[in-house]
């Protein structure tokens, strides 16, 4: 048995050492936001924070997950949508066929947390992510409208410091 800390929640899944993550979080788990693209990291539909780092889970074993590692997927970014990102997504109108949108939301959720005001070239760098339909742009666009999003809710009543 392997014990799993997914989305804030200890999980105990019993599968092979070299199970990869992403199999583990959609068939035993049963989180299916979490896609499976390529197989091969190359595509990053299978995006997943580890210890607030994005990691393409197709190819991390899972026994390289300690008890003590923090695994969000896009699931547990925001029980209600609500995360920047995820509302600049949904105002910028971003996905096309959106197979890739839950990778591309956990990469540019984790750019923001690293690089809260990216650049062009910055979001350029970090979103390695693969999208067929080609929504570059907007994806661009929505990042930089998630940095907006993200300085208002700090500015909120409570989220104001004294």
Known sequence: MTTLN????EQEVNVEADTPLLWVIREQIGL????????????????VHINGQVWRSCVVPISSIKASDKIVTIEGLSTTSSHPVQKAWAEVDVPQCGYCQSGQIMAASALLKHKPNPT????????????????????????????????AELNTPDNKQA
């Not at 299916?32 to 995006?47: H, V």
């Open 6 to 9: 997914i989305n804030g929640k």
């Open 32 to 47: 299916t936001g979490t896609k499976f693209g390529c197989g091969i990291a190359q595509c990053g539909a299978c995006s």
């Open 120 to 151: 062009d070239q910055d979001i350029d760098d970090a979103m390695t992510n693969i999208c067929r339909c080609g929504t570059y742009q907007r994806i661009r666009e929505a990042v930089h409208q998630a940095v907006g999003f993200a300085k």
